[in-house]
């Protein structure tokens, strides 16, 4: 028989609804992302943040493990940030192997930094999807349980797990049921299977199953719903459509930083040359030489929309080839477009 340890703080069920988190992304939500969004959003408005997905074979690799754990840097800045916000970093973990998710979560609670462990059970990318893990766990249901089981056993933080309603076909109702059996603190749903990848819209009144699912079974779950969500006021209305308890958003944040507030923004080019100045200068005295600078560049197109020959600046920041380059490029651009507003 499987022994859960009692959870210490579960902070979902203390957050306040609708919860609003930031989708972990790969590539995206380091530290550094994580701070710059955070550093414009209202405390009430994002609950949840999250690391990148992270590997538990590297993390319980004695040599990759400290690249690995790169994902789990969080700058003193931002800490001091969801301290004072009260909002909530989870690190999200993906494998196939119980042991190695032991290992993991052990590991992580040590770290003392994380308010939560997240399973990933829905990246559909190949090189993941041909192991046992991510979203091919649809097809290995019980593997999935143990997963849950053991990733709970070895510690006291909530453990959640992001998923899909199927592999290659739609089985919300099977797929979700069976999870709801291992009580996670939270399920968060992207509204799409496998095979969809992220093409087409995601399937909300699949989400709003889930949910009756939940609600039928008086489990103490908490579902979250993802897919195509771009502004705080849509994440609202799907929260009153659907019953959610709350709304994950991924790429709504590239459209507008500014989204996690409960009034719309404006956000006007003084707003935008700011932030993109905060998010290069952080970046560099983060990670410097330890991550490509080419990263960097495809964050770019966040800041450089909605204001006169943006499609010109966005050419040159294309060709900018170091942090000193775009810093004088920022420099230049702020002095042009002032000049042209006398
Ligand atoms: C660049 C990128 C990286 C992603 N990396 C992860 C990841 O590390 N873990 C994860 O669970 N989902 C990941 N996702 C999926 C998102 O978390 C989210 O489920 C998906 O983008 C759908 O939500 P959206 O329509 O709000 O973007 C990623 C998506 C994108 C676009």
Redesign the pocket.
């Known amino acids: 028989m499987i022994k859960q340890q009692p959870y210490m703080d579960n902070f979902w069920q203390t957050l306040k609804k609708p919860i609003i988190a930031l ?7 380091d530290t550094v992302f994580r701070e710059v969004v955070l550093s414009v959003s209202e405390a009430d408005a994002l609950h949840v943040v ?1 690391t ?2 992270t590997s538990t074979d590297g993390l319980c690799h004695e040599l990759g493990r400290p690249k690995v754990m790169e994902r789990f840097l969080v700058n003193a800045s931002e800490a001091k940030l969801l301290k004072a916000r009260n909002t909530k970093l989870v690190a ?1 973990i ?1 494998g196939s192997d119980p042991e190695k998710f032991r290992l993991s979560a052990k590991l992580i609670s040590e770290m003392n930094i994380f308010d939560g462990i ?1 399973i ?1 059970m ?2 559909p990318v190949k090189k993941v999807v041909k192991n046992k893990s991510c979203a091919n766990l649809i097809n290995y249901p019980e593997l999935a349980k143990e997963i849950i089981y053991a990733t709970a056993e070895s510690t006291t933080l909530p453990v959640s797990v ?1 998923t899909r309603i199927g592999f290659s076909r739609i089985i919300t109702e099977e797929w979700i049921s069976h999870i709801l059996e291992t009580v996670p603190k939270a399920i ?1 749903i ?1 509204g ?1 299977t496998r095979k969809m990848m ?1 093409n087409g819209p ?1 399937l909300w009144d699949e989400i709003g199953k889930a949910v009756s699912l939940r609600n039928q079974s008086g489990s103490s779950t908490l579902i979250l719903g ?4 771009l502004s705080y006021a849509d994440a609202i209305n799907r929260v009153k459509q659907y019953g959610v308890d709350g709304v ?5 944040v590239f459209k507008n930083p500014w989204m996690f507030n409960t009034e719309a923004v404006e956000v006007n080019i003084s707003h935008r040359i700011e932030l993109m100045y905060r998010h290069i200068t952080l970046y560099q005295n983060t990670w410097d030489k330890n991550k490509d600078y080419n990263v960097l560049k495809r964050f770019f197109k966040i800041y450089l929309n909605g204001f006169s020959r943006a499609a010109h600046w966005r050419d040159a920041f294309m060709r900018a080839g170091n942090y000193n380059e775009a810093l004088l490029l920022l420099a230049e651009m702020e002095k042009q477009l002032q000049a042209a507003e006398v």
């Open positions: 989708a972990p992304m790969e590539d995206v939500t999250y990148e997905f999200q993906w997240d990933n829905g990246c992001k968060t992207h799409r992220s995601a993802n897919g195509d969500v994950m958003v991924g790429t709504g």
